[in-house]
């Protein structure tokens, strides 16, 4: 990943807001304006990689999110993935090591990526 100046990503950022309204999903992929559309979101995201990395969420804040958008509480996601609501605390608090059987009822019930449950 090449080093980016700062005024480079800002001045990135200023052309390619001028950019969106004139570059759509029709405009050809050969057209000048589509192509420095591309090379400006490359300087962007690279400028961000090095600036502002985010890394994958944790485990936990994935299963809390989960909850709150399917209205689960611990005890109805404990029904869920066929263990129980204390065992549930445990490996939300980091108390106990989550088994793979679980595992892999948080990927397939919650829908939760397995990257996020194997960094753990």
Request: glycine share 2%.
């Amino acid at each position: 990943m090449e080093y980016i100046e700062h005024q480079t990503y800002i001045n990135a950022n200023l052309r390619l807001e001028e950019l969106i309204d004139v570059v759509t999903d029709d405009t050809p992929d050969n057209d000048p304006l589509a192509m420095e559309f591309l090379n400006l979101t490359k300087i962007i995201e690279n400028y961000e990689a090095i600036h502002f990395p985010m890394g994958l969420p944790t485990l936990k804040e994935v299963i809390e999110l989960r909850m709150f958008e399917m209205k689960l509480n611990q005890k109805k996601l404990a029904a869920l993935l066929e263990t129980t609501s204390s065992r549930i605390s445990e490996y939300l608090g980091g108390k106990r090591e989550m088994p793979l059987e679980v595992a892999k009822k948080l990927h397939v019930k919650l829908n939760i990526d397995s990257d996020i449950i194997l960094q753990s």
